[in-house]
């Protein structure tokens, strides 16, 4: 397999075609660099097919015009990126999230709140699914009908363009999510697939009755098996398509390229709206193969690399932010400059629980040490939570090492966060437990697991202990907005029909009003935690040590601290260490003899003595100055 089928037709012929097509000249010296990559990257993922090379010459054609129509401010930042393209690994970044009708009532509230963001420090915004989709069968917004229609109820596309604009001119980058792994199934592609409609039939996977579906459900786990069982649900006429997630969000047959040139003019149109970053949806499940998982085969990292090389060509400025949130080797798989730039970090963000529900540091200091490495010019987007459940990603065999069994483990770790264990101080909610395997996860907001809910003493320090790590291993740290004045656990979810079977919605409240009244009232928890983290996020801006992902773990010898040095310029280091048990403990002298004795916390502004060891109270930590010797 050497080339598309069928004929001669090579990379030079479609530049060739280019330069006659009156493409500008900055076009086609992207198209230089990048259609070489798309080409081979087609003949792996298209070759066999009759129509592979003329996908791709209405993809490049599809990239040319969106190019034309690119708006001039949009070029204008594109030239900016790639004069800097480590402008998202600056210790400046700082994400935040939020749903556009729960936290601003719509798009225009979203506008309102642009003073409260620059307050925050926030250069990055990711605005939950905004996209029209099915009254009730929504799935928070990732059941997308339409990907050029904004959800009526939030604003219009018109709106969502003048925001991206107006955030841009506050430093800030407009994030949403690029949910190209499934539509909903109202979507118009889903209607004309199963009405047969030339050109549609393949658009999804749909099977006349259950023999294939009995075959690849012998391989693939179940993601929503509170909706149904397996990865199929069946249509009205008998048959079965292939859904993954909910019974309505119908998966994408990438296996025909008219799949991927319909989605990549999607996501050339989102981008010319002014959307920076694409947060790349569920990127494991794209492609399928019998006898396998079905997740993250290597035609999903293809397929990624092949959006990736149409972005880069007619609307380079932009990143791909990857959601997978699976076995660490997976995650870190998709993080390279052409494929995803940036990730969640499922994994810091899981351990950071397991650290504070066990009170042992090990396996986030063993992850930080083994796991936090990435490609130059990549980047982790750290958080404490998202509006997703928490599942427990750890790998079995680096627990293993410890001694810890991971089954046991994931259960302990679950009852615990469900509040279901003796002492917890944790209230969170099962989400998809599943009796047959033993599987489930955890949903909360942070104030509720950390134990603020339980009128647990040590709850508050425990968010900021979550809340510093994120904000200081290396990458965008990201906050889920309410969190900063320790919202609760919103329990009205189980009386709102929509809501009502999916217990993630306990942890996506509406903005916590009361909560910013008070974030002034050191009386309150509120202000309590939001004067201690905005505190943390003036530290980090101002913190050259905290850019990038160079990151040395530092073994303090005592179980319950997590330690890690961010090394700097002129010999200094940042020394991050985090004591997750629930009381004192000391660091002796001689563990830290490799740092020069004069240190600085950088938090309190106060000079530290190491010379006598260091010693950190319960959910203490502290980010101090050092010179390695
Ligand atoms: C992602 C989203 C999640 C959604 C799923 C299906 O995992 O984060 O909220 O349910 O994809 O789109």
Redesign the pocket.
Known sequence: MTQLNPGPRDVSHLLGDLNSSGADREFLAHAELHLPRLHELFVRLYGERTDGLERLASVVDLARRSWTERPRALKALDRERDSTPDWFESERMLGGVCYVDRYAGGLSGIRDRIPYFRELGLTYLHLM?LFESPEGNS??G??VSSYRRVNPALGTMEELASLAADLRRAGISLVV?F?F??TSNEHEWAKKAVAGEPGFEDFYLIYPDREMPDAFEQTTRE??PDDHPGSFVQLDDGRWVWA???HF?WDLNYANPAVFEAMAGEMLFLANQGVEIL?M??VAFIWKRLGTTCESLPEAHLLLQAFNAVLRMAAPGLLFKS?A?VHPDEVVSYVSPDECQISYNPLQMALTWEALATRDGRLLQQALERRHALPDGTAWVNYVR???DIGWTFADEDAAELGIDGYPHRRFLNDFYVGRSDGTFARGVPFQENPRTGDARVTGTTASLAGIEAGDAGGEDRVVLAHALALSTGGIPLLYLGDEVAQLNDYGYADRAAEAGDS?WVHRPFRPEQNYADRTDAATPAGRVFSRLSRLLAVRRSTPEFAGNELVAFDARAGSVVAFLRPGDGGFAVLVAANVADSTVGVDALTLSGLAPEALDLVTGAPVWLGAGLTLGAHDVRWLRVRPR
């Open positions: 699914p799935d928070g990732y059941a999510d949910i792994n499934h993601i929503f993954t997630f909910y969000q947060r949806d569920a959601e949130i998202s509006h997703d993630r």
